[in-house]
């Protein structure tokens, strides 16, 4: 079965930086767009990034743009979100998710929890 498992998260001060993992499991890791998205305390789930199944473009929402770099390994079945210049409004639970379009199911791994603060 599909299995979206998050890591990397932590407590960072702001300025500082993270890079979360999401292992991919049961599904053709590579040929979907995965993305990145965030749940704040408090507030609704917000988009941060996808990028394409071959990796070649990526996307980013304008409150993390310049600071957060996607990235993916297809080898590894691997998807990848560098943060830097962390900010404490990051503060939140991040997830992985993917739309399999086809059957118009949705998938999300269980979220690694990111804290920004002094």
């Known amino acids: 079965q599909v299995q979206l498992v998050e890591s990397g998260g932590g407590l960072v001060q702001p300025g500082g930086s993270l890079r979360l993992s999401c292992a991919a499991s049961g599904f053709t890791f590579s040929t979907y767009w995965m993305n990145w998205v965030r749940q704040a305390p408090g507030k609704g789930l917000e988009w941060v990034s996808v990028i394409r199944s071959g990796g070649g473009s990526t996307y980013y929402a304008d409150s993390v743009k310049g600071r957060f770099t996607i990235s993916r390994d297809n080898a590894k079945n691997t998807l990848y979100l560098q943060m830097n210049s962390l900010k404490p409004e990051d503060t939140a639970v991040y997830y992985c998710?993917?739309?399999?379009?086809?059957?118009?199911?949705?998938?999300w791994g269980q979220g690694t929890q990111v804290t920004v603060s002094s």
């Open positions: 998710y993917f739309h399999k379009v086809l059957i118009n199911r949705h998938y």
